[in-house]
């Protein structure tokens, strides 16, 4: 498990792209091998709008929604599942997102700013569960070393002025 921490702009989603394999690095002697099944939540969301939150989990997972009701944050989206993602808080659609990413078959996940607009007792949850109760791989930027204080993670900070050419473990 690892962890990027730095200001805006200083580069964290970048990597996550480059590790992901969405992002070709431009200097040919850079090699990034990943050879895990890879999922990824952006700092934006990846639903569809128009899709209640049971359709967009279905869509993803191409399994029905009942084959994961025992997750253990699957009762913090059960009420808010058959409503259209349009009608949504920003903070509601990041937990149909980040519980249908640990639902996955994936191997290694990729969380661009995970706790954006959730509450405190709801990002507390979610980061318990994360830090303590998946056996998934998971690399993770954030701008606040907080989130994650009590974590045997490796950090990683990027300091100095931008563009940010310090990255300090």
């Not at 639903?47 to 997750?71: C, D, M, Y």
Request: with cysteine; charged share 20%.
């Amino acid at each position: 498990m690892a962890l990027f921490v730095g200001p805006s702009g200083c580069g964290k989603t970048t990597i996550l792209k480059l590790i992901g394999g969405y992002l070709k690095p431009t200097d040919q002697s850079t090699f990034i091998n990943n050879p895990f099944r890879t999922g990824m939540i952006l700092q934006n969301d990846m639903l569809v709008p128009w899709l209640s939150g049971t359709r967009n989990i279905e869509l993803f997972l191409k399994r029905p929604i009942a084959s994961f009701r025992s997750h253990p944050l699957f009762g913090m989206i059960e009420p808010i599942l058959n409503q259209p993602v349009y009608t949504l808080s920003f903070g509601q659609r990041r937990m149909i997102e980040l519980v249908r990413a640990f639902c996955s078959d994936r191997e290694l996940l990729l969380l661009d700013e995970p706790f954006n607009y959730l509450d405190e007792n709801r990002r507390e949850r979610f980061a318990n569960h994360i830090i303590n109760n998946t056996k998934i791989r998971i690399i993770c930027t954030s701008h606040y070393f907080g989130e994650f204080t009590n974590t045997h993670w490796e950090q990683f900070r990027f300091e100095g002025d931008p563009p940010h050419t310090h990255l300090i473990s």
